[in-house]
């Protein structure tokens, strides 16, 4: 039987919470016990007061710092209390709280550590706006490419990770966590999956998340950049280095090819300089994703070596 943790990260949710948390499941079959953890992430409203009031534990952030700090706080409380799951779900009632029991049943059935909404089987959702929903559409496919598997929704904050994905989770980001928690748990092999989830989006209600596109679309891109660059910098510099190479072997070619018909460089020495300097530099680059390669192998040592400190430290 496993100990089940549910929560909530909330930012002056007082109107929603009380009636989130009271529809949230007693009672789930091969689950022993079920706790709700509020993570109050700076509010200024009465959310922690109505939080504690409803029967859940409560976090609270001295100020407003994003839901990757939330999520932070909730994986470390999730390791100390000894919870075998945790699933997170917004506080503003979007989602179904009897849906919990669907996303950690392959997690109770151990086919995978981590169970990821997906809102999008069925197209868009009603209300949700079609640039967001493109938006969501492009990140999933960035996100499925660089994991090397398909994901359709990668941002949903409704999920479920097993105490083994915690354990192995190594997230640095407080903007937000959802797409560098797939792709650290996928690098590293553990299994992850998408399912099916209903949703209800309110067109009067602006997200707390993305509330500038740009804003949102310019962090997503620096954290799905970083981790590529963390987990495959090889496919990076590889790339860039090679297209470099290529190029500069084109304008050497040129200046060859006119040499041999014309027996002279004129007067397209030029382009001969031009090549050299892109084969140079491209041979930097192809030396720097070697470097970059070595590098990698250190980070995938240091990611074992917190997962040992972190089953030392929680596994008492």
């Known amino acids: 039987m496993m100990r089940l943790l549910i929560y909530l990260p909330a930012?002056?949710?007082?109107?929603?919470?009380v009636n989130v948390i009271?529809?949230?499941?007693?009672?789930?079959?091969?689950?022993?016990?079920?706790?709700?953890?509020?993570?109050?992430?700076?509010?200024?409203?009465?959310?922690?007061?109505?939080?504690?009031s409803s029967g859940a534990q409560v976090?609270?952030?001295?100020?407003?710092?994003?839901?990757?700090?939330?999520?932070?706080?909730?994986?470390?409380?999730?390791?100390?209390?000894?919870?075998d799951i945790l699933v997170g779900i917004d506080a503003d009632g979007q989602f179904d709280p009897d849906e919990i029991q669907t996303i950690i049943k392959p997690i109770i059935a151990d086919t995978t550590d981590m169970v990821i909404g997906n809102r999008f089987t069925d197209g868009k959702p009603k209300y949700m706006s079609y640039i967001k929903y493109w938006g969501n559409i492009m990140v999933a496919s960035l996100v499925s490419y660089i994991g090397g598997q398909k994901f359709q929704d990668v941002s949903c904050g409704f999920?479920?990770?097993?105490?083994?994905?915690?354990?192995?989770?190594?997230v640095f980001s407080t903007f937000t966590y959802t797409h560098e928690t797939i792709l650290s748990l996928a690098f590293q092999g553990l299994r992850v999956k998408d399912l099916a989830i209903s949703i209800k989006y309110y067109p009067e209600r602006k997200s707390r998340v993305a509330k500038s596109i740009l804003h949102y679309a310019m962090q997503t891109s620096k954290i799905i950049l970083r981790m590529l660059l963390d987990y495959s910098p090889i496919r990076v510099f590889g790339a860039l280095g090679s297209a470099l190479f290529f190029i500069g072997t084109g304008f050497e070619l040129f200046l060859l090819g006119h040499y041999a018909i014309a027996s002279s460089f004129?007067?397209?020495?030029?382009?001969?300089?031009?090549?050299?300097?892109?084969?140079?530099?491209?041979?930097?680059v192809l030396l720097?994703?070697?470097?970059?390669?070595?590098?990698?192998?250190?980070?995938?040592?240091?990611d074992k070596q917190i997962y040992e400190l972190k089953k030392a430290r929680y596994e008492k």
Not at 11 to 17: A, F, K, P, R, S
Not at 289 to 301: K, T, V, W
């Open 22 to 52: 009271n529809n949230l499941p007693k009672n789930i079959s091969s689950v022993k016990s079920i706790d709700y953890l509020v993570v109050n992430d700076g509010s200024i409203d009465k959310t922690s007061e109505l939080a504690q």
């Open 11 to 17: 930012y002056n949710e007082e109107l929603n919470i």
């Open 288 to 302: 720097l994703a070697l470097i970059a390669d070595m590098l990698n192998r250190i980070r995938i040592n240091q």
């Open 266 to 284: 004129s007067p397209y020495k030029t382009a001969g300089f031009i090549g050299l300097g892109f084969i140079i530099l491209g041979v930097l």
């Open 159 to 170: 999920r479920s990770y097993s105490r083994e994905a915690l354990l192995n989770l190594n």
């Open 59 to 83: 976090i609270t952030h001295s100020r407003n710092k994003g839901v990757g700090a939330a999520f932070h706080s909730a994986v470390k409380f999730a390791l100390e209390k000894g919870a």
